[in-house]
């Protein structure tokens, strides 16, 4: 008898961002001088807004008084953030949740890698190729079979629908790592797909703060049909830079079916037997987001992100190389003049002292891609690009 999951060995190698740090690290212990440029793993350099620092401390505080000491809270988030988080993030989109439909994580990593349990292991998946590796990996994980939907030039980096019936689908937008955003029309293709097949959709929104476009989805609940056959994943990490701090939320709405039973209910049994909930403090960090002068730092913070992607993107294009993304999100996505993207990265490292991350660590489809990340502090992008452009 196996006692030991046997599908960890479906997993090529160590997680993706893990691998990359590895190589960093033995590249800097064999060149100790090296001046290198971090615009690999997607994390943020701006410290927190001062709204949200002003908050976190007013918490911590509060824990240090007993008429203001909080001890376990809901698994399911404080009423507080949840409220703010449909007032702020759901209410100008002209979606109304319920309060039970948000439930507040410590990330979207978290959830999107254990909300795969509500499912059967026999459950077939269908994910973009490139991909957030942590979709595939936790599917395979539990031993489903996942199905790869080609994300090319070619079809904009919006991946056909699959031909066979799928389950589950995993969507993007803004995409990592394409850097690309899905239209209004082309999710709703998707939409229609999912209710004529059963499909239940699984939308990662983290990047939505970098649309610049109007026109483009902030949410997949402003879309026709969305509440029946979508869960939506979003992220203060990239949102407010909270990468550190941990926090997100997932929305599984009451509409929701899967063989004529709710997956809020099921959802809700998990967290509570699984998780007891994000710390208060930063329940209040995230709380004071959606501040009146939280919003206007944070969106200081997200144009200085987009001014990074925007130096990225036309230096990178006036240096001859043809670059898709980082107009509506953070990653840029450059289509490398070789196949190889893990050679490439070797140089980059080398020659530049850039680090990136390498498309082929996000799927097959991703090779002969290159992902960099607007994350970075601005003058040291501006020296990336500087750095790049020389290489020739
Ligand atoms: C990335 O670089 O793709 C992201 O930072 C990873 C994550 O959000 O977990």
């Not at 490398?336 to 080398?350: E, G, H, I, K, Q």
Request: hydrophobic residues 40%.
């Amino acid at each position: 008898m196996n006692r030991l999951n046997e599908n960890f060995s479906r997993l090529e190698g160590d997680y993706l961002f893990s691998e990359i740090a590895r190589k960093v690290e033995a590249y800097r212990r064999a060149h100790p001088r090296a001046d290198l440029i971090r615009l690999g793993i997607g994390d943020v350099t701006l410290p927190l807004a001062p709204t949200v620092i002003a908050a976190l401390h007013r918490a911590v505080d509060e824990m240090a008084r007993p008429e203001t000491f909080r001890g376990y809270g809901p698994e399911q988030g404080y009423a507080f953030l949840r409220e703010a988080i449909q007032q702020g993030e759901y209410a100008p989109r002209g979606v109304q949740l319920e309060p039970d439909e948000i439930f507040v994580s410590d990330g979207s990593k978290c959830d999107l890698g254990n909300l795969q349990e509500l499912f059967s292991p026999r459950c077939r998946v269908a994910i973009a190729d490139p991909v957030y590796p942590v979709y595939r990996d936790s599917n395979l994980m539990a031993g489903r079979e996942v199905l790869l939907l080609p994300a090319t030039r070619e079809n904009h980096f919006a991946p056909e629908l699959p031909t066979t019936p799928v389950d589950l689908l995993y969507l993007c937008s803004p995409n990592n790592p394409t850097g690309t955003a899905l239209t209004r029309e082309a999710l709703q293709r998707y939409l229609d797909y999912a209710r004529e097949h059963g499909t239940v959709i699984l939308y990662d929104s983290a990047y939505s703060s970098y649309l610049r476009d109007p026109e483009l989805p902030r949410s997949i609940y402003e879309l026709d049909g969305a509440r029946e056959v979508a869960i939506e994943f979003k992220s203060f990490s990239k949102a407010a830079g909270f990468t550190g701090l941990r926090c997100g939320f997932a929305v599984v709405p009451h509409a929701l079916k899967v063989d004529g039973q709710s997956l809020n209910p099921r959802w809700f049994r998990r967290q509570c037997t699984k998780f007891n909930g994000v710390a208060y403090p930063v329940q209040r960090a995230a709380e004071a987001v959606y501040s009146e002068t939280g919003r206007i730092e944070i969106a200081a913070q997200i144009a200085y992100y987009q001014e990074n992607a925007r130096l990225l993107r036309e230096g990178l294009q006036a240096a001859g190389y043809e670059v898709y993304g980082g107009e509506q999100a953070p990653y840029l996505w450059w289509k490398l003049p070789t196949a190889d993207s893990l050679a490439f990265f070797d140089r980059l490292l080398d020659k530049c002292g850039v680090i990136g991350t390498p498309g082929v660590g996000f799927g097959p489809h991703g090779e002969g891609y290159f992902r960099l990340t607007a994350f970075g502090d601005r003058e040291r992008t501006r020296e990336a690009v500087s750095r790049i452009a020389a290489l020739g």
